[in-house]
């Protein structure tokens, strides 16, 4: 089993490549956004590989501003000319202003409507974010849409470009902890209608790739890290609240934003008819007590913790997309770090808790 504090696989070669000095502290967003994108010598030689332009989908919400920003400072520091497209409705306003601000080209389109398809630009390479999650118990009916419709619309758009295509760890059960996550070949039979949704997302994409011969990676992503929002987010500020945390949920999986980002960009070269499935995570199974504890001490208050680890929990293993992309390169204790101080300064929030203690599948 792999241990429930840091433990790495073996079967996960080192990746070196282009480790960069990293800050010690990080105290405004401009150096978080700067630290999330900075891309690193593999990515800047992979980037080489991907024409123009690079078209993201989805691209207004919490991933796609970094991970546009990311492909295009690859592309400049290989000297590639590439333009990236962000496509989005955004409805944040500020995402859009600062896709723009960092040189990104920008379409703000809704992928329902009806003629969306038209207005989009004619590509080989596609990023594919597009997701709906919460409020899913309110309206259900929104969720089966934006998650089903839009992938059968947009794979039928681009029969002949290469996608990579974000699901989420969502669509696995429970397992036990002790078998050290679910592996891509396990049965889809997670509970909620979110998950049904995310597995219909899935098995759309693979359909049309199936039928068109359309190149595919689809993405299960288990939490993203970033300073304004996440588990660790969620954690810590429940640490300095004063808040108990439940560990009915005991055991994680998460990945640096900024390592999910170049993941996500690098496995258009995994791509493939049909569809090559992979989890992306870092290799561990992190333990939420022991993750707490770490927090803690960082911001000088000990946690508060009701409930007991229950024996299951929603975990993935990435051994496979570990193997083929090498480990994700930003150790978790700068993430612990860089965490508590941000929350200790009061630093900038986005409204998105991770509700990662529903064990129910309702969001
Ligand atoms: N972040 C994580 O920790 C995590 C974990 C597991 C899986 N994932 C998956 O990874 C993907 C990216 O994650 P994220 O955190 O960036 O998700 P997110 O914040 O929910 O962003 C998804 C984006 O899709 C856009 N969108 C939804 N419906 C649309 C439509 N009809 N037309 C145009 N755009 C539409 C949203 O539009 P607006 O532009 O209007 O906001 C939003 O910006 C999602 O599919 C998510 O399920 C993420």
Known sequence: MRKAAPATISACPKNDAGRVTLPRHIQTEAELEEVLTRPRAVLVEFIRTVSSPLVILGAGGKMGPTLAVLARRAAEAAGHPLDVIAVSRFRNPIQLAWLQAHQIRTLTCDLLEAGAMRQLPETENLIYLVGLKFGTTQNPAATWVANTLVPARVAERYPGARMVVLSTGNVYPLSAVSRSGSVEEDALTPSGEYAYSAVARERIFEHFSRRNGTRLALLRL??????????????????????????????????????????????????????????????????????????????????????????????????????????????????????????????????????????????
């Open 222 to 363: 288990f939490y993203a890290l970033d300073l304004r929002y996440g588990l660790l987010v969620d954690i810590a500020r429940k640490i300095h609240d004063g808040e108990p945390i439940d560990l009915t949920n005991g055991f994680v999986n998460c990945i640096w934003q900024g390592d999910a980002n170049e993941m996500v960009l690098r496995a258009l070269s995994l791509t493939n008819s049909p569809p090559a499935v992979w989890n992306l995570c870092r290799p561990e199974v992190y333990s939420v007590r022991d993750l707490a504890r770490r927090l803690g001490k960082q911001l000088g208050q000990p946690p508060q913790f009701v409930s007991k680890e229950a024996e299951t929990a929603l975990l993935g293993n990435p051994a496979k997309l570990c193997s083929a992309l090498g480990q994700p390169a930003m150790p978790l204790d700068k993430i612990l770090r860089w965490t508590a101080q941000w929350i200790q300064r009061g630093g900038r929030l986005l409204d998105n808790p991770t509700h990662f203690e529903v064990r129910h599948g309702r969001y």
